[in-house]
Nanobody, 121 residues
Framework: VQLVEAGGGLVEAGGSLRLSCAAS????????MAWFRQAPGKEREEVAA???????SSAESVKGRFTISRDNAKNTLYLQMNSLQPEDTAMYYC????????????????WGQGTQVTVSS
């Protein structure tokens, strides 16, 4: 599966962005999919995930602010980000795994190229 992210940009603190991840070559809903982010000098962290059955999870740092969703008809993954803060500044990646429950980033075999999100204070 090939993944292409879009929707990043520069936003003021408190603002919102919606990231999208278009999948091609296979059906995204058959994969465990997630959004990761990586800030300069920091490790890549999983932000939110959605299982093939539609169950979702998110990191404590974004709970209540970020929402992951999937449009099966468009074969596209989304990340709605509200109440953005400067600490959310990072490169955001979508990723797909064939594992039932991936436990690390290494379990994700497919990655997009990333989209930059910058939040100004």
């Amino acid at each position: 599966v090939q993944l292409v992210e879009a929707g990043g940009g520069l936003v003021e603190a408190g603002g919102s962005l919606r990231l999208s991840c278009a999948a091609s070559g296979d059906t995204a809903s058959s994969y465990y999919m997630a959004w990761f982010r990586q800030a300069p000098g920091k490790e890549r962290e999983e932000v939110a995930a959605i299982e093939s059955d539609g169950s979702t999870s998110s990191a404590e740092s974004v709970k209540g602010r970020f929402t992951i969703s999937r449009d099966n008809a468009k074969n596209t993954l989304y990340l709605q980000m509200n109440s953005l803060q400067p600490e959310d500044t990072a490169m955001y990646y979508c990723a797909a795994s064939t594992r039932f429950i991936p436990t690390t980033a290494a379990d994700f075999a497919y990655w997009g190229q990333g989209t930059q999100v910058t939040v100004s204070s």
